[in-house]
T-cell receptor
Framework: GAVVSQHPSWVICKSGTSVKIECRSLDFQATTMFWYRQFPKQSLMLMATSNEGSKATYEQGVEKDKFLINHASLTLSTLTVTSAHPEDSSFYICSASRPGEFASPLHFGNGTRLTVT | AQTVTQSQPEMSVQEAETVTLSCTYD???????LFWYKQPPSRQMILVIRQEAYKQQNATENRFSVNFQKAAKSFSLKISDSQLGDTAMYFCAFMKRPQKLVFGQGTRLTINP
């Protein structure tokens, strides 16, 4: 069964509002989680690395003030899209690895489809 | 920076045929890992197969096998006896520490009945 749960699966919000996406590791503690973004018919692009108890590490070109990441516990990371705009509409996917599994395939959530109207 | 290139945007084969998806990558690293992921219409990312760069033997998982050519930086995926359920987007991915994945552009594979 799934080891990483992502919620919600889809969300529609109005421009200017904020939306929070949750990523939970179900049966293991994940000190590190990753957030990806996928545009239609395109590949996954890493947005940021979420580190438990410390600040997230953002990839170049990703606005950290717009995409707020909080990793307050060993099983939960959240991505908040602040002041959302239609161009933020996308598919967001999180992933996590079990501790000690460096070469693990990373376990992915089911993704969240965000539509900003 | 590492890059991963999949030169085949789309492929289509008949059920039971064999198909090979290509992938090349660029890195200066010596120790790394390569993966093939499948993304069906459900959008769930599913690991198909992985290869450790320090292992010369090509990885195999049932009907899926890879042809890993380290010197050429090539990592192709062969699907034998293709099935309708193999229809999906396939992504080649590169990983080194600390577990960051770099994905290729993807190949949309369609298996026709």
């Amino acid at each position: 069964g799934a080891v990483v749960s992502q919620h919600p699966s889809w969300v529609i919000c109005k421009s200017g509002t904020s939306v929070k996406i949750e990523c939970r590791s179900l049966d293991f503690q994940a000190t590190t989680m990753f957030w990806y973004r996928q545009f239609p018919k395109q590949s996954l692009m890493l947005m940021a690395t979420s580190n438990e108890g410390s600040k997230a590490t953002y990839e170049q070109g990703v606005e950290k003030d717009k995409f707020l990441i909080n990793h307050a516990s060993l099983t939960l990371s959240t991505l908040t899209v602040t002041s959302a705009h239609p161009e933020d509409s996308s598919f967001y996917i999180c992933s996590a690895s079990r501790p000690g599994e460096f070469a693990s395939p990373l376990h992915f959530g089911n993704g969240t489809r965000l539509t900003v109207t | 920076a590492q890059t991963v290139t999949q030169s085949q945007p789309e492929m289509s084969v008949q059920e039971a045929e064999t198909v090979t998806l290509s992938c090349t990558y660029d890195t200066s690293e010596n120790n790394y890992y390569l993966f093939w992921y499948k993304q069906p219409p459900s959008r769930q990312m599913i690991l198909v197969i992985r290869q450790e760069a320090y292992k010369q033997q090509n990885a195999t998982e049932n009907r899926f096998s890879v042809n890993f050519q380290k010197a050429a930086k090539s990592f192709s995926l062969k699907i034998s006896d293709s099935q309708l359920g193999d229809t999906a987007m396939y992504f080649c991915a590169f990983m080194k520490r600390p577990q960051k994945l770099v994905f290729g552009q993807g190949t949309r594979l369609t298996i026709n009945p």
